[in-house]
């Protein structure tokens, strides 16, 4: 696998919040592999100058909630969560997304268990949310490290051509339109989609 080249300066710096969400995990039972699969996958994905402010907590229906509060509350424009969205009696990791909404996103949820679905049958199991927080897009990812990128990148064919667009080709015009930073991401790992009339211009290159 190639390193990704480095962060554009002039783009706008993006703070984004991860939480990882597990009891065992939390309580240092096994190590957690939702932060680092996350940060390397936005890494990859993101032109951007990245600021991550990472949580990993149990469970806790409340905790998860005041840890999207707070992480919004200190400015990132993106909160990915990983773990907890099953329908196990410890799984609420959805209602503890919606307890903080101000705009439910269900287009999220929706194309994640599509993607889902061409891999495992029990994708229908899946219970993840997205909603808009103030200036802020939180959404709800799977588990598996595997299924998180499969659900932000989507589906490609052997030549790379999407097939199944990953629902991370809609976070950056979406974090436009509440008046967030504007996210560039890297068209070969997942081509964001904007409208023109919201492209920014590119930069002249004064060495040419």
């Not at 229906?61 to 773990?83: K, R």
């Not at 949310?129 to 802020?136: G, T």
């Not at 030549?159 to 809609?170: N, R």
């Not at 015009?173 to 919201?198: H, M, N, Q, T």
Request: hydrophobic fraction near 40%; charged fraction near 20%.
């Amino acid at each position: 696998m190639h390193s990704p080249s480095p962060p554009l300066p002039h783009l706008d710096t993006v703070k984004i919040g991860l939480v990882s969400i597990s009891d065992r995990a939390s309580r240092g039972v096994y190590e957690d592999k939702g932060l680092p699969a996350l940060q390397d996958w936005l890494r990859r994905a993101l032109q951007n100058p990245l600021d991550f402010e990472q949580r990993l907590i149990p469970d806790e229906l409340q905790t998860i909630s005041e840890t999207l509060i707070a992480l919004v509350d200190a400015g990132c424009s993106l909160v990915l969560t990983t773990g907890g969205t099953g329908p196990a009696l410890r799984d609420v990791t959805p209602e503890a997304t919606l307890a903080v909404a101000h705009k439910q996103m269900p287009g999220f949820g929706e194309q994640m268990r599509q993607i889902s679905l061409k891999f495992v049958p029990t994708a229908i199991l899946s219970r993840q949310v997205a909603v808009i927080r103030k200036q802020s897009l939180i959404i709800n990812l799977p588990g598996q490290p595997k299924s998180i990128a499969e659900t932000l990148e989507g589906l490609k064919d052997s030549d790379g051509k999407s097939l199944v667009p990953g629902i991370f080709s809609a976070v950056p015009y979406c974090i436009d339109l509440i008046g967030g930073p504007y996210l560039e991401s890297r068209d070969e790992v997942c081509k964001a989609f904007r409208p023109k009339s919201a492209l920014r211009p590119q930069p002249l290159d004064k060495s040419a």
